[in-house]
C-alpha cells in the first residue's frame, strides 16, 4: 500500500537513449510532481501538474516531457539522454496546489545513470 | 541562484544532546517554510513547518525557529535519537505553487 511509488528504481542507460519513469500516487491527490536532486544533492521542482494540466514548468530542456494520463499517474519521458542527466528523480504528490502549506508526500526517487 | 541554503553538509551529535540544524534564506518573498527528513533510498518525509507569522513552531521533540530579519531559521531536535540519523532538507515557498529546497544537512546521531 505505497502512497506513491515509482519505476523503475533504478535506471542505466547509454546516452542519447529515450527513457521514462512511471509514477502512481494512490492518495487521491490532485497535483503531482517532478524533481531532480543533482549531484549537488539540490532537489529541484521540474513540472508539477494539477487534475492532468500543467501547472509549473520549470525552464527545463523540451527533452524531458511530462505525461498525465489521470490524476493518480504523472511519467516523465526523457528523449536524446545526456550526461547531464545522470541524478536521481522524485515524484510527489499533494492535495491541493503546493504553496508549501499542502504536504508533499514523495516517491522513493530512480537513480538514472547515463553512460 | 540558491535561494535556500543549508551550510553545513552534516553534523554530528550524541544521543540524548541537541541537534541544531540550520538554514538561510535570500527570498524574502518566502513565507511558509518545511523540513523534510530522507533516510537512504526513500523520498523525502515531511516533519515540521512554520509560517512566517510565526517565529517558533513545536512538535514533539522537534521545534523550528524562524528568525525573518536575519533570513534564517533552524531545526532543534531534543533529545536526539539514533533513529533521527538521516538527511534534513529545509524547503521554502513565497505561496507559489513550488518549494525551493536547500542542499541537506547530513544529521548523524551516536549512541
Known amino acids: 500500500d505505497t502512497a506513491v511509488s515509482q519505476t523503475p528504481k533504478y535506471l542505466v542507460t547509454q546516452m542519447g537513449n529515450d527513457k521514462s519513469i512511471k509514477c502512481e500516487q494512490n492518495?487521491?491527490?490532485?497535483?503531482m510532481y517532478w524533481y531532480k536532486q543533482d549531484s549537488k544533492k539540490f532537489l529541484k521542482i521540474m513540472f508539477s501538474?494539477?487534475?492532468?494540466?500543467?501547472?509549473i514548468n520549470e525552464t527545463v530542456p523540451n527533452r524531458f516531457s511530462p505525461k498525465s494520463p489521470d490524476k493518480a499517474h504523472l511519467n516523465l519521458h526523457i528523449n536524446s539522454l545526456e550526461l547531464g542527466d545522470s541524478a536521481v528523480y522524485f515524484c510527489?504528490?499533494?492535495?491541493?496546489?503546493?504553496?508549501?502549506?499542502?504536504?508533499?508526500?514523495f516517491g522513493p526517487g530512480t537513480r538514472l545513470t547515463v553512460l | 541562484d540558491q535561494q535556500v541554503k543549508q551550510n553545513s553538509p552534516s553534523l554530528s551529535v550524541q544521543e540524548g544532546r541537541i541537534s541544531i540544524l540550520n538554514c538561510d534564506y535570500t527570498?524574502?518573498?518566502?513565507?511558509?517554510f518545511l523540513w523534510y527528513k530522507k533516510y537512504p533510498a526513500e523520498g523525502p518525509t515531511f516533519l515540521i513547518s512554520i509560517s512566517s507569522i510565526k517565529d517558533k513552531n513545536e512538535d514533539g521533540r522537534f521545534t523550528v525557529f524562524l528568525n525573518k530579519s536575519a533570513k534564517h531559521l533552524s531545526l532543534h531536535i531534543v533529545p536526539s535519537q539514533p533513529g533521527d540519523s538521516a538527511v534534513y532538507f529545509c524547503?521554502?515557498?513565497?505561496?507559489?505553487?513550488?518549494?525551493?529546497f536547500g542542499a541537506g544537512t547530513i544529521l548523524r546521531v551516536k549512541s
Open positions: 492518495l487521491g491527490h490532485d497535483t
Open positions: 524547503a521554502a515557498s513565497d505561496g507559489g505553487n513550488k518549494l525551493v
Open positions: 501538474y494539477n487534475n492532468k494540466e500543467l501547472i
Open positions: 527570498n524574502s518573498m518566502f513565507d511558509y
Open positions: 510527489a504528490s499533494s492535495h491541493g496546489l503546493a504553496g508549501g502549506f499542502n504536504e508533499q508526500f
